[in-house]
């Protein structure tokens, strides 16, 4: 029996290298992890405590198909407290982690044959979910000529559209989209009836000036976030959306259908997480610290153009000058070093040949050790 055409997404490429990291791991080579692109910390010890009491003294069913109104009350006072805005909880639904957002999201906001703007390159899923659900998408090309960051001028020239997709902090160049930028999107937004989605998942993993979120522009942005990166709770699968009170809505009902509800425990356990500032913000500090270990390591290998790397734990690398396509790179390198890293091809589908992305979440020491090892193999193959 054949599957749907539309079920035809693109691959993720960065599987292929995890699964040929795990053939080496079991082969009894060591890995150094640089594709992973999640925190190598476990959900704060606040967040831990809370899921642990609630397996042991509640039912754990389900909660309504908008989350736990704990959760909507206290993602509404994190805005509050972090971006001394009022976000009232009603505008808030809680999904399952960024991913939920994405499919509920665009049900929400977008008709089939409907163009919606991507950055590229960008996360993967945004551009297949909006496949799968039959939407048109519009790649808009970013590079180092720019920082990384479309521009007004760009946009206007894409035609009409009725979205256009953002991350700030970005996966995988980590660019960041300050105050500077994000005004002028929205006031673009607005005027030509664009609706906007900025990503925050990485928001709250910034090295430069505190972020604002883009829901400082207005109540007509459209906001996705996590417990995913910031909060180091990736397998716990919560997330949010913020839109205006008619989408909320709507995401609601559509996640009385499609999902029923997001996680409970790991609903329980984000309400705690919220209190663990100081934890999180440990982590914060050793990405910084890790970030830069890669850029020194990399300038010091001869990989000198990468991109801002503002926020997230990631360095977008052009490698075109080692003059191997970076699926084949990110191969010889696991194989000839036992570094993992992620080419470029799942993000930009046109010029990721020549980009690879290193994530920086994991431990200094292996950082080190998987730079040294990039320069003395750049060093014999250059
Ligand atoms: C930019 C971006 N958005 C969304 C997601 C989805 O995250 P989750 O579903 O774990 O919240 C990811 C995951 O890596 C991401 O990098």
């Known amino acids: 029996m054949q599957p749907t055409v539309r079920s035809g997404v693109a691959p993720f490429y960065v599987m292929e290298v995890m699964r040929a990291a795990e053939a080496r791991e079991a082969a009894g080579l060591p890995v150094l992890h640089l594709e992973v692109g999640q925190p190598s910390t476990p959900a704060p010890a606040g967040a831990r405590r809370a899921a642990i009491e609630a397996i042991e003294s509640q039912t754990l069913g389900y909660t309504g198909a908008a989350g736990l109104p704990a959760l909507r009350r206290g993602l509404s006072d994190w805005y509050r407290r972090r971006h001394d805005l009022d976000v009232a909880p009603e505008r808030i639904v809680v999904t399952t982690g960024a991913s939920g957002s994405c499919v509920l999201g665009f049900l929400a906001l977008f008709e089939a044959g409907d163009r919606v703007a991507v950055l590229e390159p960008g996360y993967p899923c945004y551009r297949n979910d909006l496949e799968v659900l039959g939407i048109d998408v519009v790649p808009v090309p970013v590079g180092h000529e720019t920082g990384f960051r479309p521009t007004i001028e760009q946009l206007e020239g894409l035609g009409p559209l009725a979205g256009l997709i953002v991350a700030s902090p970005s996966n995988p160049t980590g660019t960041v989209l300050g105050t500077d930028l994000l005004g002028p999107l929205t006031a673009w937004a607005r005027a030509g009836g664009v609706r906007l989605i900025v990503d925050e998942i990485y928001h709250g993993i910034t090295y430069g000036e505190p972020t604002p979120t883009a829901l ?12 995913s990166k910031y909060f180091s709770m990736t397998g716990w699968r919560v997330g949010w959306i913020v839109a ?6 709507a995401v609601e009902k559509l996640a009385q259908s499609l999902t029923v509800a ?5 609903q329980i356990a984000a309400i705690a997480a919220l209190d663990c500032v100081d934890e999180l913000e440990t982590n914060v500090a050793r990405y910084r610290t890790n970030r830069d270990i890669v850029l020194d390591g990399l300038v010091a290998a001869g990989l000198d153009r990468s991109a801002p790397a503002d926020g997230a734990f990631y360095v977008w690398t052009d490698v075109s000058a080692v003059g191997v396509d970076s699926q084949e790179l990110c191969r010889r390198w696991l194989d000839e070093t036992g570094v993992a890293v992620t ?4 993000f930009d589908r046109p010029r990721g040949h020549d980009f690879v992305r290193f994530s920086y979440a994991g431990a200094g020491a292996d950082l080190r050790e998987a730079m040294d090892r990039l320069a003395d193999w750049l060093g014999r193959h250059g």
């Open 216 to 227: 400082a522009n207005g109540d007509d942005v459209i906001v996705f976030n996590s417990f």
């Open 262 to 266: 997001p996680p409970t425990v790991g």
């Open 343 to 346: 080419p470029g091809i799942d």
């Open 244 to 249: 205006p009170p008619a989408v909320a809505a």
